[in-house]
């Protein structure tokens, strides 16, 4: 099972961008789904992750500017991101974990953000 990250890329301070991440194969029992980012010299942090009952959690620093979303059919994860600032910059992985607690991590896609 490999999970697939797409969307990334290079925009100005207040564009959006919108990134995809889906899993190539079964997984069973996915109840986690979420994005993280690691910034060079940073360690990585959480950005979103959304619940297999649709509960969101979102990291401060984008509360209000992204959006997470999940499509469970297609196991897909979406994090619409709106109002980018340059701090935004960092390289972002999606990962999902199932409810036994296994964690499946995508590649990653950069995403930068000019001012």
């Known amino acids: 099972v490999q999970l697939q990250a797409s969307g990334g890329g290079l925009v100005q301070a207040g564009g959006s961008l919108r990134l995809s991440c889906t899993a190539s194969?079964?997984?069973?029992?996915?109840?986690?789904m979420g994005w993280y980012r690691q910034a060079p010299g940073k360690e990585r942090e959480l950005v979103a992750f959304?619940?297999?009952?649709?509960?969101?959690n979102y990291a401060d620093s984008v509360k209000g500017r992204f959006t997470i979303s999940r499509d469970n059919a297609e196991n897909t994860v979406n994090l619409q991101m709106n109002s980018l600032e340059p701090e935004d910059t960092a390289v972002y992985y999606c990962?999902?974990?199932?409810?036994?607690?296994?964690?499946?991590w995508g590649q990653g896609t950069q995403v930068t953000v000019s001012s």
């Open positions: 959304m619940s297999n009952g649709g509960s969101t």
């Open positions: 990962k999902f974990k199932n409810i036994p607690g296994y964690e499946y």
């Open positions: 194969g079964s997984i069973s029992s996915i109840n986690l």
